[in-house]
Nanobody
Framework: QVQLVESGGGLVQAGGSLRLSCAAS????????MGWYRQAPGKQRELVAT???????NYADSVKGRVTISRDNAKSTVYLQMNSLKPEDTAVYYC??????????WGQGTQVTVSS
């Protein structure tokens, strides 16, 4: 079993920055993928960014150039640095990890609110 704890969300003005963190605990895995997803009110959950165990990254078009995903394998932690935030970035942000057995685990979510 894997537990994910997200932190770093909050209220920020448009143009501001936030750094989200997601720490995994419970089992010693080298996750084959770690990522961030978000869900705005009334919308489906969508991909923000993912990072593979080898470091390759993938970003949604809507956040490219403003967001950087990184991971610390020694700490089983994934980060999301978000800059130049926009009101449309407002959502609950969820961390997700993929184990070597292809099991998926989700965090509880952290609220990001960007005011205009």
């Amino acid at each position: 079993q894997v537990q994910l704890v997200e932190s770093g969300g909050g209220l920020v003005q448009a143009g501001g920055s936030l750094r989200l963190s997601c720490a995994a605990s419970g089992r010693e895995f080298r996750f084959i993928a770690m990522g961030w997803y978000r869900q705005a009110p009334g919308k489906q959950r969508e991909l923000v960014a993912t990072i593979a165990s080898g470091g390759s990254t993938n970003y949604a078009d809507s956040v490219k150039g403003r967001v950087t995903i990184s991971r610390d394998n020694a700490k089983s932690t994934v980060y999301l640095q978000m800059n130049s935030l926009k009101p449309e970035d407002t959502a609950v942000y969820y961390c997700r990890v993929t184990t070597p057995q292809l099991l998926l685990y989700w965090g509880q979510g952290t609220q990001v609110t960007v005011s205009s």
